[in-house]
């Protein structure tokens, strides 16, 4: 099982970026696929999951309206369209599987980094 995260970057406040996590090893449309994202000395954040036929999305109050989860099951990848970003959400980008839907994340990337330019 492999999640390989990437398209993180500097970006400027307001600013756009899209992640990508690209999977492989596992039956991929079976599972969940959910972004965490993590600032140093805090938790984790859950930020986004979609589900393996592509029916429901769902996203943290923090992100909603300004992210987009979305998933190509022919590439084996997910994807997080961060618009209009905040100082608040350069941070590391994590994207995990999850075979119940509920959170309970089995496998995960190494991470991305979101990085304020400003």
């Known amino acids: 099982v492999q999640l390989v995260e990437s398209g993180g970057g500097l970006v400027q406040p307001g600013g756009s970026l899209r992640l990508s996590c690209a999977a492989s090893?596992?039956?991929?449309?079976?599972?969940?696929i959910g972004w965490v994202r993590q600032a140093p000395g805090k938790g984790p954040e859950w930020v986004s999951d979609i589900n393996g036929d592509v029916t429901r999305t769902n996203y943290a109050d923090s992100v909603k309206g300004r992210f987009t989860i979305s998933r190509d099951n022919a590439k084996n990848t997910v994807y997080l369209q961060m618009n209009s970003l905040k100082t608040e959400d350069t941070t590391l980008y994590y994207c995990?599987?999850?075979?119940?839907?509920?959170?309970?994340?089995?496998?995960w990337g190494q991470g991305t980094q979101v990085t304020d330019s400003s």
């Open positions: 995990a599987r999850d075979r119940t839907g509920w959170g309970k994340y089995d496998s």
């Open positions: 090893g596992f039956t991929f449309s079976n599972y969940y």
